[in-house]
Each structure stands twice: as C-alpha cells, then as structure tokens.
C-alpha cells in the first residue's frame, strides 16, 4: 500500500522552513520600517531647519518721475509691496509703505504734508521719522533712482522656497 503524498510532494514551497519564511517576512518589514521612518525623519529635520534661499535686491520700476509733485507724495502698489515715495526739495525718497506699529498702509495726507498710518493715527515725516502715534520705528528706506524720467526703487526681497 502506497503512502499518500504530503504537502511537500504537492507544493515544493511548502518545504521551506517556517523559520526561513519568517526571517524574510520580518526583513520585508525592517525595510519598509526603515524607509518610512526615514523619510518621516528627513521631513521633520527639513521642518527643523529649513532652507531659506538669501535675500535678493532687485530694481523695480515705479512709474513717471512727473507723477510726484514737488513738496508731495504718494503710495504705490507695486510687483514687490506697497511703497511710499515722496519728494522733499528736489529729492525723491522712496519707503516701504507698511506701518512700523502693526502692519497697516500709510497713506500719504495732502493737508497735513505727512504719511499717514489710519489705523491708529501713526505719521511719519518725509525722511520716514515717526512724528506722531504710535509706531516705534522709522519707515524702512529703499534706495530710489531717477533715469529718463523714470523712478526705480531698489528692494530686498526673498525669493520663494520652490518644492517646499
Ligand atoms: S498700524 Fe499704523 S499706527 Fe498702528
């Protein structure tokens, strides 16, 4: 009488220990640990310590010289912020627009000959002093220049994180 065929006669996989079986299993598992693992740490230091590419200066054109008459001023929008210019004897100054207090638009006020914060009443002379109100620093200063009639203002500005 013939003895019936065991699983190792049907399946020759089956023959393989269960120890060799496990040990692959568990290294699938290792591998795959490590690589998620890592990665979930390589995102966690980039959000540690990010890469923040340098400043840039780069020259925007704002605009016919005419535009600002003598004694005035005026706030414009640009590609980089808003930016004050202002003419006092002669000299066009250039400033960001954004109020050293918190943040507002200053505005420049025919009357009162001054760049004006409305949200709580800060102002700034021609030079970017503050005057009045609460801010607690000067407006920063951008370089400007005048060629051909044309007004270019010089700004910092930080390109953005590409892939971030
Ligand atoms: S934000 Fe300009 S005075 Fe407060």
């Known amino acids: 009488m013939e003895e019936p065929l065991g699983d ?20 699938v598992m ?36 005419d535009a600002i008459s003598a004694g005035g001023g005026a706030v ?5 912020g808003k930016i004050a210019l202002v ?26 000959e001054h760049l004006y914060c409305a949200c709580h009443g800060g102002m700034f002379d021609r030079d970017g002093q503050v005057v009045g109100g609460p801010p607690p620093r000067p407006l920063a200063r951008y370089p400007v220049e005048v060629r051909e009639g044309q007004v270019y203002v010089k700004v910092k500005v930080r390109p953005p994180v590409v892939g971030a």
């Open 8 to 27: 190792a006669a049907a399946n020759p996989a089956a023959d393989a220990s269960p120890g060799r079986r496990g040990f692959v299993a568990n290294l």
């Open 87 to 112: 003419e006092s004897k002669g000299e066009l100054r250039a400033f960001s627009a954004v109020c050293t207090h918190l943040g507002c638009i200053v505005r420049w006020e025919v009357g009162m």
């Open 76 to 80: 414009l929008t640009l590609p980089v």
């Open 30 to 65: 290792v591998v795959a640990g490590a690589l998620g693992f890592g990665g979930l740490a390589a995102r966690f230091l980039q959000y540690l310590y990010p890469v923040v590419p340098p400043e840039q200066v780069v020259e925007v054109p704002a605009g016919a010289r």
